[in-house]
């Protein structure tokens, strides 16, 4: 593994990098616009598979559907992984699946995927997954809340920390390896198998969204009706009162009865 910070001159760096266990190239930046946008230089440059990029401070941080990821340097992870294989139609999927697979460990309550790469503890979010794809090449930014900030937080903030469940501070290095190990791990399961019936069994468990009542909310429409399982390209089946089944591919999908976020 190399491990790149020669940008961090003069910086006393928070993160231990030499106890993380990496894959592939790990680059630490002590600032950055996004993760995305290095990831995506980087892997134009020829980056090799599993590259990742990390950042403490982005400044034009983004999430799912151009919005913002919030994000508290000292306490959270941001980073993007460059992929080279397993770049097929439910990569969004299996990467939150080997996500919540790898912080499960780290807290006492379940952790849930929210259709489709989403994850929630106690009904609020822990971590989102961006993914882009590019040319020969797919992108996966990662954001995960893993300390509570010192920072006081509005009452109404929707997100929660591994800490908040575990009941301590955890060591942002533990939980960066841990991600790594098993996004590493699927990816080459993946690239094997595709989406196979035990991966497909196995994400249906860990999802939330399936046997709900939702709010599908595309293009200024809303349909409502039970999420009532995946298709085999990992599209959400939604079932109206009518029985008329909806297959939807993009767009927001919230529980019934909770504010459209």
Known sequence: ?????ASCTGLVLV???????????????????????????????????????????????????????EHFAECNIAMTVILREGMK????????????????????????????????LQDKKLAGILVEQGSNFALLGIGINVNKPLKELPSDFP?????????????????????????????????EQGWSASIAADYKEACCTIGSAVVWHSEGNKVSGLATGLNK??????????????????????????KHT
Not at 49 to 67: N, S, Y
Not at 162 to 188: D, F, H, M, N, P
Not at 233 to 258: F, M, P, Q, R, S
């Open 1 to 5: 593994m190399e491990i790149s910070y």
């Open 15 to 69: 993160l231990n990098l030499e106890v993380i266990q990496a894959p592939s190239e790990f680059h630490y930046l002590p600032e950055t616009t996004s993760t995305m946008d290095v990831a995506a230089q980087l892997a134009r440059q020829g980056a090799d598979h599993l590259t990742t990029i990390f950042a403490e401070v982005q400044t034009r941080g983004r999430g799912r559907r151009g919005r913002v990821w």
């Open 89 to 120: 139609g439910q990569l969004a999927l299996l990467v939150s699946l080997a996500l919540q697979r790898a912080l499960q460990p780290f807290v006492q309550e379940n952790i849930y995927i929210k259709w489709p790469n989403d994850l929630f």
């Open 159 to 191: 997100g929660i920390s591994l800490q908040e469940s575990a009941g301590k501070t955890l060591k942002r290095e533990q939980v960066i390896s841990a991600v790594l190990a098993s996004i590493s791990e699927y990816i080459a399961t993946y690239e």
């Open 233 to 258: 390209e990992g599209a959400l089946e939604l079932t109206t009162a009518d029985g008329t089944t909806h297959t939807v591919y993009a767009g927001d999908i919230v529980a019934e009865g909770k």
